[in-house]
């Protein structure tokens, strides 16, 4: 596989450009990279800590940790790249960040001249964002790097035979803060044995979030005495679960839906499966007598919205592997209702055990719900997912313990 892995990059640059003809996001991945370099030439200042993240859950996910060296080390220089449009576009202006761009394609050219221009004084790769190249850059100049809210599974290509050679780059690594046991247990077992039981730091970032005081309210006045239920980044099949029941919105509710995809042709769609006149949130955020569903065609609020739920759902759980983040109505203190798939979700598994959450896979069973809503049980069952939330923070401190030494 080693051998594969060139072809496999060479392919790759050849074949983006004419894949970005026919598609929006990898269109923006290609001309997103075209001033990398110029932007990196332009630098005035060197000796970063380098933080890579894939996308805008890995950021929310490290959004603590850079927050905490920026309070206690000001002085220490933050550059944040991103692999995909989703997080780089969303957060190319992030104030904490001196330099925020796109990672280069993982090939040894760009990962030495990527390093030359930055010379950063320490890595930190967030979750499993490894490229060998970049990984065998950094160790040949022996810059400190380190995996943060990093999770491990026996499946995963690196603990496969054609992936070993992945494997011994790992093992260069200085250090591993994982998510759970299980995932440093397995790092053990296969010679890794500078890793720490760290927790994930999107404890940290729910938890700060649900501090906010009011942060709608006018959305809170609109509903006067009306439950809310909030459904979070909800994909088609997920609408296909929840329809009849919206169809069938029991007296004293009113809804929020917030498609993952805010196109113009997918906010149609979502709009399609509800009855009755529907607002948006960015033309109208006050729900009326007439209006009971109000879809939520902005990114970047979900997270606070969830505050004013009675009930949440959490997209994503209806198609394998795709359950979004139930941690963020956790951590509001409210119950949550998913899909059919969440078993690689240790988060969604440890809440169902304390009562919080709800599995559900045919439309009936949301019906159901929703007739037989008992607020003071619902509120029981948010409040068992708050103490959840709670008692899991604290990553982000031994983390920023780990790297201090780095920091200036």
């Known amino acids: 596989m080693v051998h594969l892995y060139p072809l496999l990059l060479l392919c790759t640059t050849i074949g983006l450009p004419i894949a970005a003809l026919f598609s929006k996001k990898i269109k923006a991945f290609v001309v997103g990279r075209k001033d990398v370099w110029a932007q990196l030439a332009a630098i005035q ?60 394609l993982d090939s040894p050219q760009n990962a030495r001249r990527f390093l030359q221009y930055t010379q950063p004084r320490a890595a ?114 997920d609408m296909q679960l929840l329809s009849q029941g919206l169809e069938q919105l029991p007296t004293g509710w009113k809804v929020l839906l917030a498609p993952h995809l805010i196109d113009q042709k997918n906010l149609k769609k979502i709009a399609d499966y509800c009855s009755g006149q529907v607002g948006y949130w960015s033309y109208q955020n006050q729900f009326t007598q007439a209006l009971k569903i109000i879809i939520v065609d902005t990114i970047g609020d979900l997270n606070r919205l969830y505050a004013y739920a009675t009930l949440a759902y959490v997209g994503g759980g209806m198609h394998k592997g795709g359950l979004h983040n139930v941690l963020e109505p956790a951590a509001q203190g409210i119950p949550i209702v998913i899909g059919k798939n969440y078993q690689r979700f240790p988060e969604a598994q440890a809440l169902q055990k304390l009562g919080g959450l709800q599995s559900i896979s045919r439309p009936e069973e949301f019906s159901q719900i929703l007739k037989t809503a008992d607020l003071k049980a619902l509120a029981k069952k948010g409040n068992a997912n708050l103490n959840f939330t709670q008692s899991q923070k604290g990553a982000t401190e031994i983390i920023f313990k780990g790297i201090q030494n780095h920091l200036g």
Do not use: M
């Open 45 to 104: 200042k060197q000796n970063y800590l380098w933080i890579h993240t894939a996308s805008l859950g890995e950021f929310e996910q490290i959004r603590p940790l850079i927050e905490k060296i920026k309070k206690e080390a000001p002085n220490t220089p933050v550059l944040l790249t991103f692999f995909s449009p989703s997080g780089y576009q969303q957060q190319k202006n992030y104030p904490l960040a001196d330099v925020v761009c796109y990672l280069p």
């Open 124 to 237: 930190l790769l967030v979750k499993n964002e490894f490229w060998p190249n970049y990984l065998q850059a950094l160790q040949q100049q022996n810059i400190p790097t380190y995996s943060v809210s990093s999770r491990f599974f026996d499946s995963q290509f690196y603990f496969k035979n054609y992936g070993k050679w992945l494997l011994s780059l790992l093992r260069g690594l200085d250090h591993f803060y994982v998510q759970d046991k299980a995932s440093e247990s397995l790092l053990r077992k296969h010679g890794i044995a500078q890793v720490s039981l760290s927790g994930d730091t999107r404890f940290d970032r729910v938890s700060k979030v649900a501090t906010e005081k009011n942060p709608f309210p006018e959305l809170q006045k609109s509903l006067k005495n009306d439950s809310l239920f909030v459904a979070g980044s909800v994909w088609e099949d």
